[in-house]
């Protein structure tokens, strides 16, 4: 631990108050210094953060709140009464130990700063612009589609000239000066952000690589917006800011960047075994070409030879590359065989094993640095509290910042648990709470967090079993599939059934309507709108209630009642729900996705980088009536909508080279509207980069995670039976299959699902 001089030192000579006011500021001001070069945390802190510096002004009143709404109200307030000293010692030690439990951390030079109220409040609003910067990022990204090309000089509505010429996307396209407007906006807000951090982070933010990233970054995109403005940079400025673009997301965003950083670290992995490959394949051309040259014309040279066993590698191709030399030379299946094992099946498969290995090794670096985070804060949450430099802390002190901690977290009875919450870090049993029991603040702390509430409302056992009994469950899901059999009917009829459908429909709708009634007079409004399916069912029902007093207004409202009930009847997909596998599968999707969402956005920016560089190398090329395309099998097979002529057009062909299937169908069509072989560099290098390496990286990613939390969610659910079942022997009673308890896995964050699967690594 750091070692301080104590805040307030006793003096054997008498001082005045303006002297020992003076000795205080000085002292204050050598903790900061030191404390901020010696506690240097890793730089994982970013947007995100709902987390209150404040202390409320009624502590009885405001414990009683949810925590949803202390949190909402702490961000809402504004500066604290004149003359409470906020930023006292333990509420400073609170708010570190409150971010060392989300897995941030609050910087030191937040908490040390000149004017703490208004670095507060400056940090607070820059994490609250998390939504306005990720609407931002989703801007930059969908602009380029409604973008004139570069290559087009015509006006609007058709810049590009015939649009039957010319195979387009037909999406609309918007003046250059409204796009030059939105990409400005965009730029200001993020500047306005940056310079937030810039002032709750002072002259630090200078020391930090990616502070300085940002700036570069927005200074860039003002140049590049003022040029095309002002008409100096024409054409090429809206180039360069279309790359800029891409960059913003990554530097700004601290999932994409964490991912984007993990990705760089192991491209010398990707390059080792991609020369290993390119080795083998050049190597295997020269065989092919000695051995078939003058019996096939794909094997007629050495580079028709490597080109073509370069797309077999790939299998886009097979078997119709090697069918010739099949059926000339029956052994020649030893050949092509040999390669595809090789290659295929051993190489492609070693390089996707060791790319994805070395993945999850940076991926435990990411873990470190959010572990080394908060023991950073709360070693400074320490030596906040252990002013008199003893290397320990006694029980006063700590029941003071449990108190402190439960104004910013919601722990059950925290007066009353103080005492068990010290007990349970003084390990060595002397009342005292050392700083390596004191590391272990979050861990005790969050166990008292994560205790299930007790519910509120209690139900008698009559009522329980009325709503929830199986056979009142069978007769709603009989009325709901005998309305969407009558709706579905009642659409293909006409005349007296058509009539008297309609009729039966509405009964169905009064059915709904008081099944909705009885289970809110049950079971309260509360535990009913917390069910998706009651929710879902309940707005369907008042729609078809509110039809059927319209009808007697307006007969052209009482068709709408079948489409109403067909949807309705989509709450069937639910009865899936009663497999207990597919119901984990489908609410562990729900957990993952989001949390992969980072890595999903990255495979997202490499394809619109190479459909952005397509735009600008081979936009115009592909028309009607194009010579060079002639005899071509792209147009034979009308590929020629896969283009590169706009931005839309350009991800749609990135996506199918992503599949990968006759990829290279529409590499050698632009290898002849270019009349260059050279031109197949270019998907070469998005096989490479966005299949080969990326590609695999993400699937290989979500498949683990899946898996991984598919296994979390069979444990919680095979924790809670054996709960549920003790709980009933004990009070004697009976619960049905059909209602079988089911606790899906809380939200998690990116750094969350990371931290998970190193641990089961």
Not at 125 to 138: D, E, G, M, S, T
Not at 261 to 273: A, K
Not at 711 to 723: C, D, F, G, V
């Amino acid at each position: 631990m750091p070692s301080f001089r104590p805040l307030y030192r006793a003096s054997s000579v008498p001082v005045d108050g303006e002297n020992r006011s003076t000795k205080r500021s000085l002292s204050r001001d050598v903790m900061r210094k030191k404390l901020l070069r010696r506690n240097t945390l890793p730089d994982i802190q970013e947007e995100g953060l709902y987390t209150p510096l404040r202390r409320p002004s009624s502590y009885s009143v405001y414990n009683l709140l949810p925590p949803d709404a202390k949190r909402a109200r702490d961000l809402e307030a504004g500066l604290d009464p004149p003359g409470h000293q906020l930023h006292s010692n333990v509420e400073m030690a609170a708010a570190l130990v409150d971010q060392a439990m989300q897995g941030r951390y609050l910087p030191l030079p937040v908490v040390y700063h000149k004017d703490y109220d208004t670095a507060k409040r400056a940090f607070i609003l820059y994490h609250q612009l998390y939504i306005a910067r990720a609407l931002v990022y989703v801007i930059l990204m969908l602009l380029p589609f409604f973008e004139v090309p570069a290559w087009c000089n015509e006006k609007l509505p058709h810049p590009c000239g015939d649009p039957k010429k010319y195979p387009l996307s037909g999406l609309p396209y918007i003046h250059p000066y409204i796009s030059l407007a939105i990409e400005t906006c965009c730029v200001l807000l993020l500047a306005w952000s940056v310079a937030l951090q810039r002032y709750f982070l002072g002259s630090s933010f200078w020391q930090n690589q990616i502070s300085i990233y940002k700036v570069v970054l927005l200074v860039a995109m003002y140049i590049s917006i003022s040029a095309s403005a002002l008409g100096i940079a024409g054409d090429q400025g809206t180039k360069i800011s279309m790359y800029l673009r891409i960059l913003i997301p990554i530097v700004f965003s601290r999932a994409i960047r964490g991912c984007f950083r993990m990705t760089l670290l192991i491209v010398h992995t990707f390059m080792d075994i991609t020369v290993l490959v390119v080795i083998f394949v050049m190597l295997s051309a020269w065989l092919g070409t000695t051995l078939f040259s003058e019996s096939t014309i794909e094997f007629k040279d050495y580079g028709t030879s490597l080109l073509n066993l370069f797309v077999l590698l790939t299998t886009a191709n097979n078997p119709s590359v090697w069918a010739t030399a099949y059926r000339t030379n029956r052994f020649a299946f030893f050949f092509f065989s040999t390669y595809l094992l090789v290659g295929f099946f051993f190489l492609m498969n070693l390089a996707f094993s060791v790319v994805y290995s070395n993945y999850k090794t940076q991926m435990a670096v990411e873990v470190a640095k959010r572990i080394t985070a908060r023991q950073g804060n709360l070693r400074a949450a320490f030596s906040l509290l252990d002013i008199r430099h003893q290397e320990w802390i006694d029980g006063a002190t700590m029941i003071a910042l449990f108190l402190a901690i439960g104004r910013y977290r919601h722990i059950p009875d925290v007066r009353a648990r103080t005492s068990h919450l010290f007990l349970a870090l003084n390990k060595r049993g002397d009342f005292k709470i050392w700083s390596d029991e004191f590391e272990e603040l979050c861990d005790v702390i969050a166990k008292e967090v994560e205790r299930p509430p007790e519910l509120r409302r209690r139900m008698s056992k009559s009522e329980m079993q009325f709503v929830n009994h199986p056979v009142y469950s069978y007769v709603v899901w009989g009325f709901t599939l005998g309305s969407l059999a009558a709706a579905i009917t009642e659409l293909n009829v006409n005349g007296s059934a058509k009539l008297l459908l309609l009729s039966i429909e509405f009964l169905f709708g009064w059915v709904f309507a008081m099944d909705a009634l009885l289970k809110l007079c049950l079971q309260g409004w509360k535990s009913y709108w917390g069910r998706l399916l009651n929710k879902f069912d309940f707005v369907l029902t008042v729609l078809v209630v509110a039809l059927h007093f319209s009808s007697f207004f307006y007969d052209g409202a009482r068709p709408w009642v079948s489409y109403l009930l067909i949807v309705r009847g989509f709450r069937t997909i639910a009865l899936l729900s009663l497999i207990t596998r597919w119901r984990l599968m489908a609410q562990t999707l729900i957990v993952v996705i989001p949390a992969t969402a980072p890595i999903l956005a990255l495979q997202f920016l490499i394809c619109s980088a190479f459909s952005i560089l397509g735009m600008h190398l081979f936009g115009g090329l592909v028309y009607e009536g194009n010579p060079a395309l002639t005899g071509t099998q792209y147009l034979d097979l009308g590929f020629e909508v896969f283009n590169y002529n706009d931005y839309a057009s350009a991800m749609a062909t990135s996506f199918n080279l992503c599949v990968v299937n006759k990829w290279y169908v529409i590499m050698d069509g632009y290898a002849a509207a270019t009349n260059s072989r050279w031109s197949r560099i270019f998907f070469m290098a998005f096989w490479a980069i966005a299949v080969v390496f990326t590609l695999n990286v993400v699937v290989a990613f979500f498949t683990e995670a899946f898996t991984n939390q598919m296994e979390k969610a069979e444990r919680i659910r095979a924790r809670e039976l054996k709960r549920n079942a003790e709980e009933d022997a004990r009070l004697g009673r009976k619960r049905s299959g059909m209602n079988l308890p089911f606790r899906a896995t809380k939200s998690l964050s990116y750094y969350d699902l990371y931290e998970d699967i190193v641990k089961k690594t």
